[in-house]
């Protein structure tokens, strides 16, 4: 993307944990120059800190580009002292679960531009996805702006209404947390029949992230499970056990994740 305007006026980043740092490393790998960033974050790594980022420093006072990547029970304490940059100078963009666009809005100014996004952990590996919605004082050029950052790290799509998003947070933001249980229970289901533990974690994380690898080509999930399983196979015999409680355990597992966003944006 085109870093002019930030170069020019400076990018905040407000807390810089996992997911704070690995939009750092996109960033910077992308060409934006560390003099143009403020990080602001009292546990700082020693990684951050040896990138030539300004770090609890004092800060512009007209960034372009506000970065809130805190956790959402800090953001009560984190976001006042930023309340001077609302009225619609600075696009505020939120990576926090649970805070929604009107809470930003009676913090900082109902004139303040804020995109709320859900990224998710593979980010940190520049393999995330991350879902986008503006507030009404957000502009398609806003959404640009925000979208080139965060495809530093990952796909992005942008959602059709804030509604979506606590369904969002539940689907992608939570999932990874189900994909390694898998690979844990898929593990020790291999251990159960007679492999070492080791070789059975090999086997099931090779088999995740290659199946993975297969679901990104031209065919469906649903067309890619069809092709390896031949009638009155192996394939076959394990997946009328799964396939029994999988489909309604997941409802209920992103339900849940879902629910817990929308009280976490209540509290």
């Known amino acids: 993307m085109n870093f002019t305007d930030i170069e020019h006026r400076g990018l905040i980043l407000l807390g810089c944990g996992k997911m704070g740092s690995a939009m750092l490393s996109g960033w910077l790998s992308g060409g934006l120059s560390p003099s143009a960033i403020w990080v602001q974050d009292p546990y700082a790594s020693d990684w951050v800190r040896g990138t030539g980022v300004h770090v609890n420093a004092d800060l512009p006072p007209a960034p372009a580009i506000v970065i809130v990547a805190v956790k959402p029970q800090m953001m009560a304490k984190a976001l006042p002292a930023l309340t001077a940059m609302g ?7 939120s990576v926090a ?11 900082l100014g109902e004139t303040t531009p804020v995109i709320r996004a859900m990224p998710n952990t593979p980010a940190a590996i520049g393999q995330g996805i991350t879902a986008l919605i503006g507030s009404s004082t ?4 806003h959404m640009d702006q925000a979208e080139g950052l965060l495809a530093a790290v990952g796909q992005t799509v942008r959602l059709d209404n804030e509604a979506q998003m606590d369904a969002v947070t539940g689907l992608s933001g939570s999932g990874p947390a ?3 249980h898998m690979i844990e229970a898929m593990a020790a289901a291999g251990e159960a029949q007679g492999l070492d533990a080791d070789l059975a974690m090999t086997l099931a994380v090779a088999t995740v992230s290659g199946a993975g690898q297969l679901a ?3 065919d469906s999930a649903e067309q890619l499970r069809i092709n390896v399983t031949s009638p009155n196979g192996t394939t076959q015999a394990g997946l009328e056990v799964l396939m029994q409680k999988l489909p309604d355990l997941m409802v209920r597992t992103v339900a849940a994740a879902a629910e817990r966003s929308r009280e976490l944006s209540r509290d």
């Not at 009225?87 to 963009?93: D, E, I, Q």
């Open 138 to 141: 957000a502009s398609i050029e």
């Open 216 to 218: 990104l080509g031209e």
């Open 178 to 180: 189900y994909v390694f």
């Open 97 to 107: 679960a649970g805070t929604s666009l009107s809470t930003y809005s009676e913090i």
């Open 87 to 93: 009225g619609g100078g600075t696009l505020f963009v």
